[in-house]
């Protein structure tokens, strides 16, 4: 069984530039999350999808964040225009039952 | 409002001693508690679950969790680690007690198993 995927794996940009991260989950789950990871923290959830509705994204920040799950399938997450704050390891996960399943991550560093 | 804290940063271990990371947490209702492990550079991997049950739970790699209702805790331990076994391990809890989906993680215990 394949994994989640996601791409790309690490992005270096500017602030105030914009960046975008794919997500493709395992087949037939129809739970998709975003995680931001600080370096030396847990993940914080970002959003989270039911098939391509939004369940919760209490936590992300919409002036500067948005995200989409077209079709229910794959999902992009976007940051227009970045922070130097916004440095962080981008993690998408899909569920199955209880299980959640993560990808690698995207490394961003924002200078 | 959910919360999970692991105490230890770090938890230094010979090979072949056991090991106990720690992880307490706070909910309303009723938990679901996972512990996950991650390797650097690698998104993080599902050891184990409680769901409902017996309180002991076993995981993948030998490692095993007890959940303890009256001191809201759900400790990760192995008999004897592995240098192997050396990584980043993150507790999580998700209050269902309360209709919730959000999974809340600690911030991580990063485990030393020293040959």
């Known amino acids: 069984e394949a994994g989640v995927a996601q791409s790309p794996r690490y992005k270096i940009i500017e602030k105030r530039q914009s960046v975008a991260f794919w997500c493709n989950p395992i087949?037939?789950?129809?739970?998709l999350y975003w995680y931001q990871q600080i370096l030396g923290q847990g993940p914080k959830l970002l959003i989270q999808?039911?098939?391509?509705?939004?369940?919760?994204d209490s936590q992300l920040p919409k002036d500067r964040f948005s995200a989409e799950r077209l079709k229910g399938v794959d999902s992009t997450l976007k940051i227009q225009p970045a922070k130097l704050e916004d440095s962080a390891v981008y993690l998408c996960a899909s569920q199955m039952a209880s299980e959640q399943f993560f990808g690698p991550g995207t490394r961003l560093t924002v200078l | 409002a959910q919360s999970v804290a692991q105490p230890e940063d770090q938890v230094n271990v010979a090979e072949g001693n056991p090991l106990t990371v720690k992880c307490t947490y706070s909910v309303s209702g009723n938990p679901y508690l996972f512990w996950y492990v991650q390797y650097p550079n690698r998104g993080l991997q599902f050891l184990l679950k409680?769901?409902?049950?017996?309180?002991l739970v076993k995981g993948s790699y030998g490692f095993e969790a007890e959940f303890n209702k009256s001191q809201t805790s759900f400790h990760l331990k192995k008999p004897s680690a592995l240098v192997s076994d050396s990584a980043l391990y993150f507790c999580?809890?998700?209050?269902?007690?309360?209709?919730?989906?959000?999974?809340?993680f600690g911030a991580g215990t990063r485990l030393f198993v020293k040959a």
């Open positions: 409680y769901i409902t049950g017996d309180n």
């Open positions: 999808f039911q098939n391509n509705g939004v369940v919760d």
């Open positions: 087949s037939g789950h129809a739970t």
């Open positions: 999580a809890v998700r209050d269902v007690g309360t209709g919730g989906f959000k999974t809340i």
